[in-house]
């Protein structure tokens, strides 16, 4: 059982940086694949990016690409998602996820645990 702890949110004006951290537990860190999703008012929670175990495959959602970056650090047991040039679009509540052996990294099902989530607001 892995445990999976988001930090870092908060509130912010567009054009502002913000990094999430996500500090896992319970597991072996770098066997997993991690993913950030995230959930805006009234949406359904999508993809925003993974990164493979090593960290040299990192895909990201066109909504975000050029702007967030995902990165890990298997000794900490930790992801971080770098978010650049917020917009008031990104407003969202942020989780993270860890694939144990499925093969893709871009759908809810393809995770077995997930953290409780953290609030960022990008305010106009």
């Known amino acids: 059982q892995v445990h999976l702890v988001e930090s870092g949110g908060g509130l912010v004006q567009a054009g502002d940086s913000l990094g999430l951290s996500c500090a896992a537990s319970?597991?072996?860190?770098?066997?997993?694949?991690m993913g950030w999703f995230r959930r805006a008012p009234g949406k359904e929670r999508e993809f925003v990016a993974a990164?493979?175990?090593?960290?040299?495959?990192?895909p990201y959602a066109d909504s975000v690409k050029g702007r967030f970056t995902i990165s890990r650090d298997n000794a900490k047991g930790t992801v971080y998602l770098q978010m650049n040039g917020l917009k008031p679009e990104d407003t969202a509540v942020y989780y993270c996820?860890?694939?144990?052996?499925?093969?893709?990294?871009?759908?809810?099902?393809?995770?077995?645990?997930w953290g409780q989530g953290t609030q960022v607001t990008v305010s106009s």
């Open positions: 996820a860890a694939n144990q052996n499925r093969r893709g990294y871009a759908a809810q099902a393809d995770y077995d645990y």
């Open positions: 319970g597991g072996t860190f770098s066997t997993y694949v």
């Open positions: 990164i493979s175990r090593s960290g040299d495959f990192t």
